[in-house]
């Protein structure tokens, strides 16, 4: 066991589905053992955390028992707190022999992959990796929305076997290995006995059959490396940090499986002018002493361009004036924010003579 799931994760115990998948992506992408800086043991960790604490079941048996799973096997419970009695071969039937299906959608390879030597991953078709990316935007752009195009280098499917991996026109055979069944069984012991193990056939990568001759392009992999152009609509009300998700946009999968996704990176440079506050716009007016104690109609300067408006008599410094819907667009909506004016009064360091007598004046009179 790693040790505490919701700790490598960095989330608290009460966190939410998106809270906890949002995590999950930021860690699997820093130490994705492809990655430079990856770290392979913590990229497992990362995995084994998510795939407990993603799973309502998973999670609540966790939450139950402790961080190692371990000590809530009372009546009725099984190893680690587990009920396994719906399971073939637990209560010693058997001879004490379990069998878990470790191949697509086996339920738990990847809790028990490091006990078993593979788990569910062990050895099928791999799907492709996710890409990430950084792009920077101005201020204006994540007002009004932008378009970004990237140039990435990427394995992309073999367009001479479409993927397949076969020659064109090689035969499609049954695996000698696996007889046709896409799978492997093997008798593996643990601390919690005896398991038979069936892991995906590495012959065919699952699928049962081989192609009697490879493509000479990709060498069997049903992928080569290109160059691609991919162009990226950044929603208008995207904030600095946020990430836009383009499913299929990664690199394809071996021999026809699923293809990764491509992660954009948004960063929005900070304005001279102007700064966000949730959907609001803030910006700074300054006004003379004379305009705040009589009042005036001043320019102001929104995203949108200049707009005249009313400073009423009496305004005090570090009063906040609004304007309607002069702000940013709520990124999933159709709802747009206010541009806030924080007025300043300056103040002069130095007067005539004779706007000393006049202010001189106003004072007696406010006696």
Do not use: W
Not at 154 to 179: F, I, M, N, R
Not at 221 to 243: H, L, M, W
Not at 317 to 323: K, V
């Amino acid at each position: 066991m790693a040790g505490d799931y919701y700790k490598i994760l960095g989330i608290s115990k009460g966190a939410s589905d998106d809270e906890i998948k949002k995590a999950y992506r930021k860690l699997a992408h820093k130490y994705h053992p492809d990655k430079s800086g990856g770290d392979e043991k913590k990229f497992k960790e990362i995995n084994e955390a998510y795939q407990v604490l993603s799973d309502k079941s998973k999670r609540a048996q966790y939450d139950q028992f402790g961080q190692t799973f371990e000590g809530g096997a009372g009546p009725g419970g099984g190893a680690g707190g587990f009920d396994f009695s719906g399971f073939q071969g637990f209560g010693g039937q058997n001879n004490g022999g379990f069998e878990f299906d470790f191949g697509e959608g086996g339920g738990f390879g990847d809790i028990f992959s490091d006990i078993f030597g593979g788990g569910r991953n062990g050895g099928r078709k791999k799907a492709g990796r996710d890409i990430q990316v950084d792009v920077e935007i101005s201020f204006e752009e994540m007002v009004r929305g932008a378009k970004r195009e990237f140039d990435l280098y990427k394995k992309v499917e073999c367009d001479l076997c479409q993927g397949t991996g076969g020659a064109p026109g090689a035969k499609e055979e049954t695996c000698p290995t696996c007889k046709g069944s896409g799978k492997i069984q093997k008798t593996v012991s643990s601390f919690l006995g005896s398991f038979s193990q069936v892991s995906t056939c590495q012959n065919c990568q699952g699928s049962g059959k081989i192609f009697s001759k490879k493509c000479n392009k990709c060498g069997g992999d049903g992928r080569v490396k290109e160059n691609r152009k991919i162009s990226v609509d950044i929603p208008a009300g995207i904030s600095s940090g946020q990430t836009i998700s383009v499913q299929g946009q990664g690199e394809a999968g071996e021999q026809g499986a699923r293809s990764g996704d491509l992660y954009v990176n948004v960063f929005v440079r900070p304005h001279n002018e102007f700064k966000r506050e949730g959907n609001n716009i803030i910006s700074v007016k300054h006004i003379s002493f004379s305009q705040a104690t009589l009042g005036d109609k001043i320019s102001v300067e929104t995203i949108d361009g200049s707009v005249t408006m009313k400073v009423p008599a009496g305004t005090q410094s570090g009063e906040l004036f609004r304007i309607r819907d002069k702000g940013v667009p709520a990124l999933r909506g159709s709802s747009r924010g206010d541009h806030l004016v924080k007025i300043i009064v300056d103040i002069p360091k130095k007067l005539s003579r004779e706007q000393k007598n006049l202010i001189e004046d106003l004072r007696n009179l406010s006696l």
